[in-house]
């Protein structure tokens, strides 16, 4: 069992940087892919980037792409998401989840998911 823990949401200005981080307790993330999802209000949740955490290989929404890094840290067993020229559009609800296995954008392949992070970017 894995369970995912984010943080590092917050308000931020049109423009500005957040980092998030989605961390792991009860095993490592050795052999799984972690991803980052989001959901706007009144939106369907979408896929926004994901990392192979043994091979490092990732995969961005172009919405994101340019702007978005994500990151890992073997040490602390955790995943990092930079945003940088955040923008209004960028607003909504972030999700850490992890699959065992490669790297998917389909949210219903992922099995363990985090609480959510609101993120707002005000105009």
């Known amino acids: 069992q894995v369970q995912l823990v984010e943080s590092g949401g917050g308000l931020v200005q049109a423009g500005g940087s957040l980092r998030l981080s989605c961390a792991a307790s009860?095993?490592?993330?050795?052999?799984?892919?972690v991803g980052w999802f989001r959901q706007a209000p009144g939106k369907e949740r979408e896929f926004v980037v994901a990392?192979?955490?043994?091979?490092?290989?990732?995969y961005y929404a172009d919405s994101v792409k340019g702007r978005f890094t994500i990151s890992r840290d073997n040490a602390k067993n955790t995943v990092y998401l930079q945003m940088n020229s955040l923008k209004p559009e960028d607003t909504a609800v972030y999700y850490c989840?992890?699959?065992?296995?490669?790297?998917?954008?389909?949210?219903?392949?992922?099995?363990?998911w985090g609480q959510g992070t609101q993120v707002t970017v005000s105009s």
């Open positions: 990392i192979n955490w043994s091979s490092g290989n990732t």
């Open positions: 009860g095993r490592t993330f050795s052999g799984y892919a």
């Open positions: 989840a992890a699959r065992f296995g490669l790297l998917r954008v389909t949210q219903r392949e992922y099995n363990y």
